[in-house]
């Protein structure tokens, strides 16, 4: 279930533990971020992207629901408080799709909508549209 392996990330993401984060990705995954623009890409990027964000305050990301689509993907609703480029801090309102394959982060991306979140993934499949490259 792709359930336990969400549940596992969003620990470690909280705890700030990336090198955890870094053991729940799939070998060829692509994660997206709020804070590194929400495309799936590079994790490592990712992570540096995570941990940026967190250096302050004011950043926060919270789940307040979580969906199972099917045997790899979940939807998860929340929202990220940040600083804004004018400096106020702001709070958006977004939606993550995660895509787990071999009980592993494989694919996450971020939406605005649930509907885009899983109008994507019905479309573009495990993969997001995304390949992987070496």
């Not at 997206?32 to 967190?54: L, R």
């Not at 573009?124 to 995304?130: I, T």
Request: proline share 4%; glycine share 6%.
């Amino acid at each position: 279930m792709p359930f336990r392996v969400v549940t596992e990330c969003l620990n470690a993401h909280r705890a700030k533990d990336w090198q955890r984060l870094r053991e729940l990705f799939h070998p060829e995954a692509r994660i997206g971020v709020f804070a590194g623009g929400g495309a799936p890409g590079n994790p490592e990027e990712a992570i540096a992207a995570m941990a940026t964000a967190h250096e302050t305050l004011v950043y926060q990301a919270d789940i307040e629901s979580v969906r199972v689509l099917d045997d790899h993907a979940v939807v998860l609703k929340g929202y990220v408080q940040y600083r804004a480029e004018d400096e106020r801090i702001t709070r958006a309102d977004k939606v993550w799709l995660y895509v787990v394959v071999d009980d592993k982060l494989f694919r996450s991306q971020v939406f605005e909508t649930e509907a885009a979140a899983v109008g994507a993934y019905r479309q573009l499949g495990l993969n997001l549209g995304v390949v992987s490259s070496p």
